[in-house]
């Protein structure tokens, strides 16, 4: 059977994305990721040894993200779900049949072994938004490409380009590529699928067209179903084990603590384990079931990195499980691959360089009396000799020579359409990125003014009044600001492109000097407040979230982007005026809230705070008895817990315990 690549429909229960916080994300992103023991680790790196290779050291300190700039929160969402179709790519030969989500990051929803029929991922049977990702929306489940920084990528939730090209072996592959914002990159993700191959193939291109080196983050990950049987095999017998409790150790593979780790209900807290894959290894990664079956991830050695993420057998692994998807539905573990050991580092990408490799996915049956047996040893060879006999290591270096032969081929036929940062970014600064086009005509409203500024040298006014549109950080867009006539619009952008440079004190003056002459003031007075409340002055921010409020308020023509800068600004002013102790300005903002904002989670929990900060703690408690759900719930927040042992020493209800770290740390 030829490989056939077609459009397609996904009917799926989904909850809507809903717009965009229009408020820049001038504060750094959350630790959750961080690690808080770096200097207590000694240098070391020889086997069995505790401590930090130097290159894994260095990494770790190079470049870790302290903005989310340019990029905007997505927060929008809520939980209420209906059918929807997602536009769909299928790619399907006699072995395997891929189903990729171009409108969202790309990711691979399901990959079927067609001669067993069996589902090697686990397929998220809803479309759920959560607070996951770097700037907010992600789902769970299948493959997704994860770029930019720490975390999942902020184009989780967005669309790529995505057209055929013909393939090495005389097919076609599909290929998808963006603008990635964090860092200016461009990257390109080729899924090719032999003709006759039990693999798919994904081909991998980062590229840094610019003059300065680069941080790279790159991991795929790899949802897969999580049983009482499943186990993770990988060739390697030491892991780093990083918790929400941030801190990374050594620890050994497979028994740690009394439990097999490579089991993913034997953990209790969620956790992730890097694999030491032993140097000059082939690297793989693979999940069978307790029959030997499952799916295998190998790649060509340029992505060394393997991973085990667990939710983990305990309270809040499982409350967070059920919150991902639908009541019923069978939970999940991942596996992962990436550039370095861990996903604490970024790897330097030289000025006009690129990374590229080639990854492989596939079904794998190994001996299961072997692959469940106590020897770790045996385990690991009889997976791996398995792989080696379906999938050569020689094959997939040969597989990449003949893909990298077409990483620069045109695409053919478009299937999707992306956004337009990479054309804006392309059209100034010249890049030549054969492969990977984007097009002038991609951009749209939210380029157009950027377009104009590098052209005219002007930042245009909008035609209508509406809240700022996204702002842009890079320093050739400061630069332009910098010299444009000084509106209050561009000087608004322009305190928010210092703000991201470090120039504290300059984006402070450059918003003060928008604010003397704006018709609209809630922009410049929120950056104002965000300011005042990192600077250490909670009482001022908060006089400025006031204000900015009330001026919002006024100005509001209602509508979707209006609602959706009442309820951002409505959310960081009540926690603002809260935390200074200023409750009747809190009260205040509350009643100037749109009644339907008030319904929201996040609201909810700001109306419990308010009442007992007012005193009136069985009224708090009602709130929490009544129900509620935060939608916008962040990986790793404690804030229900938090609230609740204000109000209360009974233990914390079941459908808040979302708690990812032991008691105490």
Known sequence: MATTVRRSVLTLPAAPLGPENPLPALRAPDGVHALDDLPQLP?????????????????????????LLPVRIRDGYQRQRSEVEFETIVIENAHLRAVVLPGLGGRIHSLVHLPTGRELLYRNPVFQPANFALNGAWFSGGIEWNLGATGHTTLSCAPLHAALVPAPDGGVMVRLWEWERLRDLPFQVDLWLPEDSEFLYVGVRVRNPHERPAPVYWWSNIAVPEDAGTRVLAPADQAWHFGYERSLRRVPVPGWEGADRTYPLRSVYPADFFYEVEAGARPWIASLNAAGQGLVQTSTARLRGRKLFVWGAGEGGRRWQEWLTEPGTGGYAEIQAGLARTQLEHVRLEAGAEFSWLEAYGALSADPAAVHGDDWAAARAAAGTALETALPGPAVDAAYQAWRGCADTEPGERLAAGSGWGALEVLRGGHKLPGTPFAEDTIEEDQAPWLELWRTGVFPAPRRVTPPGPSLVAPHWRDMLETAPADPLTEYHLGVAQWHAGDIAQAVRSWERGLALAPSRWPLLRC?????????????????YAEAFEDLTQESRGGVSWLAAESALGREALASLLAAGLRPQARTVWDRLRPALRDEGRFRLSAARLLAAEGHVGAARRVFEEGFELADLREGEETLSEVWATLTDRPL?????FRMRPPGE
């Open 528 to 544: 104002l407040a965000v300011a005042d409340d990192l600077a250490g002055d909670p009482a001022r921010a908060a006089r400025w």
């Open 653 to 657: 209800p079941a459908a808040y315990n």
């Open 43 to 67: 240098l070391g790196g020889a086997p069995g040894r505790e401590g930090l290779s130097r290159d894994m050291a260095r990494q770790i300190g190079y470049e870790p993200l302290r903005s």
